[in-house]
C-alpha cells in the first residue's frame, strides 16, 4: 500500500551494525545498542514527520538468545529502562505501540512493560510502531497455523494471514536493513512478500534523517508491479487479489 505522494504507508527495518558501530570505537557492544535507541527514537520522529502510517522494526531475533549472555541480559535491561523512559515521548508524538514476538520467553518485569506500554499508547493514531522482539518469521508461520489448528480453521493464505502477529497491520511496502548485509535474517518472511528492498551501509546508529529520505525516494521510483506486466500498471488494471 502505498499513499498518492509515494510515501511507503509501512516502512519494516532490520537495525543491524549497532555492534560494529560500537568496535569501530574500542567501545563495548551494549555501548552500540545504546546508540541504537537514540537512531531509533530519531527514525520514529521521522517517520511521525513523513506520514508513514506504520513503522516495524527487528530489535531482537529468536536466534540472539545465541549471544553472548552478558549481551542478551543487556539487552533485556536496555529494553527495560527504555519502555519506562519511552512511553510519555511516544504518547506526545501520538505513537502506538505493539510488541510482536513470543512473550514466553521473557522475564515477569519485561513482560509487564510491554502489556503497560501497548495499553498506554492504545488510543494514539499518528504512528503504529511494531518493535518486534524474541520474533522470527518461522516462529509467526509455526504459531500462526497452530492457531489456527485449535480452532479447527482450514490452513489457507488468508487464514493465516489473519493469525499472524502482524495481522493488524498490512504488509510493508518497504524493507531497510541497515549494516551492510544483504539477507533477511528470519524478519516478515510471510509479509516481505511483495516489499521493496532497500539495504544501506549505514551502521544503525548512524542512520539518519538523510538516509530514510534515500531510501523512500528509491522506493518512489521502483515500478511494483504485483505479477502483471509494466503495460497493466500503467493503464492501473486491477489486480485479481
Ligand atoms: C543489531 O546490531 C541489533 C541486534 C541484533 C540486537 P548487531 O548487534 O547485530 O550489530 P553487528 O551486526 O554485530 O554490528
Ligand atoms: C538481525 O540482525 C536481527 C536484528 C537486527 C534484531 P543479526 O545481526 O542478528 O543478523 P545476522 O546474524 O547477521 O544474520
Ligand atoms: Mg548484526
Redesign the pocket.
Known amino acids: 500500500m502505498t499513499s498518492s505522494s509515494g510515501i511507503p504507508h509501512h516502512i519494516a527495518i532490520?537495525?543491524?551494525g549497532n555492534g560494529r558501530w560500537a568496535a569501530k570505537r574500542f567501545m563495548p557492544r551494549l555501548a552500540g545498542h545504546r546508540q541504537g535507541m537514540e537512531s531509533l527514537r530519531r527514525c520514529i520522529r521521522a517517520c511521525v514527520d513523513r506520514g508513514v502510517a506504520v513503522l516495524t522494526v527487528?530489535?531482537?531475533?529468536s536466534?540472539?538468545w545465541n549471544r553472548p549472555a552478558d549481551e542478551v541480559s543487556g539487552l533485556m535491561e536496555l529494553l527495560a529502562t527504555a519502555l519506562a523512559k519511552e512511553v510519555p515521548k511516544l504518547q506526545q508524538d501520538g505513537v502506538q505501540v505493539h510488541f510482536v514476538g513470543e512473550r514466553s520467553g521473557l522475564s515477569d518485569k519485561v513482560r509487564a512493560g510491554l502489556a503497560q506500554a501497548e495499553a498506554a499508547t492504545a488510543s494514539n493514531g499518528r504512528l503504529i510502531l511494531n518493535v518486534c522482539f524474541n520474533y522470527g518469521g518461522r516462529w509467526d508461520m509455526a504459531q500462526a497455523a497452530a492457531k489456527l489448528v485449535a480452532q479447527g480453521k482450514p490452513i489457507t493464505e488468508g487464514e493465516l494471514q489473519g493469525a499472524m502477529a502482524l495481522a493488524h497491520v498490512p504488509d510493508p511496502d518497504l524493507i531497510i536493513r541497515t549494516g551492510g548485509?544483504q539477507?533477511l535474517?528470519n524478519?516478515l518472511l510471510w509479509q516481505a512478500a511483495y516489499a521493496e528492498l532497500f539495504f544501506s551501509d549505514k551502521l544503525w546508529p548512524e542512520f539518519d534523517e538523510a538516509e530514510l529520505d534515500r531510501a523512500m525516494a528509491e522506493f518512489s521510483r521502483r515500478e511494483r508491479r504485483f505479477g502483471q506486466t509494466s503495460a497493466q500498471v500503467a493503464a492501473g488494471d486491477q489486480k485479481v487479489a
Open positions: 532490520v537495525m543491524d527487528f530489535a531482537f531475533s536466534e540472539n548485509e539477507r535474517s524478519f
